[in-house]
């Protein structure tokens, strides 16, 4: 049965030098019939594949807050309208500065419980140089508007190993960051996309990024002072208060099934995964002519679904169920996945607990990417 549900607001008032998601401008935007897109597609979704009841959702971007208080009213309406949700973890992504008073209770008003802004630094001078248009002082701000707003559920996301940022700078960025003792924290290294600002100054070499060595310590010093902190690391980049983990992204680590609403969304449903048409024509058209946005719609193999299971559950600390992998697809890791395994094992990449988890070391976190890598079945693997 599926459970969780994404949705998609492609709008934002800024584009970040970094960002390769779905996203467009909101000015001059058919923001009304964007929403009016989605609540059709929730509906004929559910009407062809239904659930009992959803117990996370997780609204995305782009910035959903960019809408405005009405705006965010009709979207959050439509949600209650059509999915079977009661009264789990309903998460908004925010970017400080835009959540107004007005905003915040519209939220909290559908139940919105949990917010997770995009603060990526509290350099000034970085977030300019990146594209953002917050400062630091706008996140103490929002954060301070928002728990007095009833929110307690907050989560604040990072990013290091950006250009010219020495370990100094990220160390009072985690400082800062730790002061406002929010119960999550999530951390990820810069990635360079292509079709980004970024990509194109690489292209340049006009991009000043930090040494490999650098980005490892950062990622070091992350681990290092959110446990300090008291907070727990359950996934590579994530970090929490015991009980408020992110039970919508365990179920992407768990792979277990979703619903993908909006322009760009992915899905994955009765074993099928898909993705809707990215820009807002090609989604909304197919929707007003009574049809489903898909691009394209690949069923996994039972090959595939293994895969998966491998590498995205690597990606939580506690790893891999042996069991539960057992009980699951009908065969053991160990022998579906020998050649893969025992070469992370003799690489110090890979542990076996108990004879029960499978899971990365500290190394084999700083080197995920070439893990995961390994549990695709080639014939050479099998």
């Not at 292209?203 to 070091?220: N, S, W």
């Not at 990365?360 to 700083?366: E, I, S, Y």
Request: glycine share 6%; net charge negative; proline share 4%.
């Amino acid at each position: 049965m599926i459970r969780s549900a994404y949705i998609h607001i492609p709008f934002c008032q800024q584009i970040c030098h970094y960002c390769d998601f779905n996203k467009v401008f909101l000015k001059n935007q058919p923001v009304d019939d964007y929403i009016r897109a989605l609540a059709d597609e929730m509906k004929m979704t559910m009407e062809q594949a239904p659930s009992d009841q959803l117990d996370t959702i997780f609204v995305g971007g782009g910035t959903p807050t960019a809408l405005n208080a009405a705006q965010l009213d009709k979207l959050c309406q439509a949600i209650r309208d059509y999915l079977p949700f009661a009264n789990g973890e309903f998460t908004f992504e925010a970017n400080p500065g835009d959540l107004t008073a007005e905003k915040l209770r519209v939220l909290r008003s559908y139940g919105v419980n949990r917010l997770s802004l995009g603060v990526q630094s509290f350099n000034d001078e970085l977030l300019r140089a990146i594209g953002r248009t917050h400062s630091s002082s706008d996140v103490f701000a929002t954060i301070e508007d928002a728990r007095a707003s009833g929110f307690d559920n907050i989560s604040i996301d990072l990013i290091y190993a950006l250009p010219n940022q020495t370990l100094a700078d990220f160390r009072d960025t985690l400082k800062q960051a730790l002061s406002l003792q929010l119960p999550h924290y999530s951390g990820y290294s810069l990635i360079i996309e292509p079709k980004t600002v970024f990509y194109n100054l690489m292209r340049k070499d006009a991009l000043p990024l930090p040494k490999v060595e650098t980005e490892a310590a950062m990622y070091e010093l992350l681990e290092e002072e959110m446990a300090a902190s008291g907070l727990q690391q359950y996934e590579i980049s994530n970090f929490a208060r015991p009980g408020f983990e992110s039970l919508h992204n365990l179920v992407y680590w768990n792979n277990e099934q979703y619903y993908g609403f909006g322009a760009g969304a992915h899905a994955y449903i009765n074993g099928v995964r898909r993705s809707n048409h990215g820009p807002l024509k090609k989604y909304m058209t197919p929707i007003q002519e009574g049809q489903l946005p898909l691009l394209h719609e690949s069923k996994l193999t039972e090959k595939e679904k293994m895969e998966e299971e491998m590498f995205l559950g690597l990606r939580k600390i506690a790893g891999v169920s042996v069991s539960h992998f057992e009980n699951k697809f009908g065969i053991s890791p160990f022998s579906l996945f020998k050649k893969p395994i025992e070469e992370m094992i003799g690489r110090e990449l890979l542990v076996v607990e108990d004879n029960e988890f499978l899971r990365l070391t500290a190394q084999g976190k700083l080197l995920g990417n070439e893990v995961f890598q390994a549990f695709l079945l080639t014939e050479e693997n099998e």
